[in-house]
Nanobody
Framework: QLQASGGGLVQAGGSLTLSCSAS????????MAWFRQAPGEEREFVAA????????NYADSVKGRFAISRDNAKNTVYLQMNSLKTEDTAVYYC?????????????????WGQGTQVTVSS
């Protein structure tokens, strides 16, 4: 079970931090990622982190603005989002990878959280 939280309404240029906590099973042996889906759009990759945190992947659209991190002791993954833009508005989902890496495609992930809404106003 993955529980995403931290979403909300923020003005453009603002910041939010999303959290994804896992219950019932450890995520310390798996890569983790954040995806997002805007209304009428397909789910798109945002950021991913390997099991140890030593490797990360980012979508070009968020590079330099978002940062993914993890605390395996807390079984939690974070997404720090800075300089938010209106086009970042979407439901954000966390996911657990099939393996230890940080794939950028949804097929590389097994478990998905319920999503948290991020709305950026102009």
């Amino acid at each position: 079970q993955l529980q995403a939280s931290g979403g909300g309404l923020v003005q453009a240029g603002g910041s939010l931090t999303l959290s994804c906590s896992a219950s019932r099973r450890t995520i310390s042996n798996n890569g983790m990622a954040w995806f997002r889906q805007a209304p009428g759009e397909e789910r798109e990759f945002v950021a991913a982190i390997s099991w140890s945190g030593g490797f990360t992947n980012y979508a070009d659209s968020v590079k330099g603005r978002f940062a993914i991190s993890r605390d395996n002791a807390k079984n939690t993954v974070y997404l720090q989002m800075n300089s938010l833009k209106t086009e970042d508005t979407a439901v954000y989902y966390c996911a657990t990878a099939l393996g230890t890496g940080a794939p950028v495609v949804p097929s590389g992930y097994r478990y998905w959280g319920q999503g948290t809404q991020v709305t950026v106003s102009s």
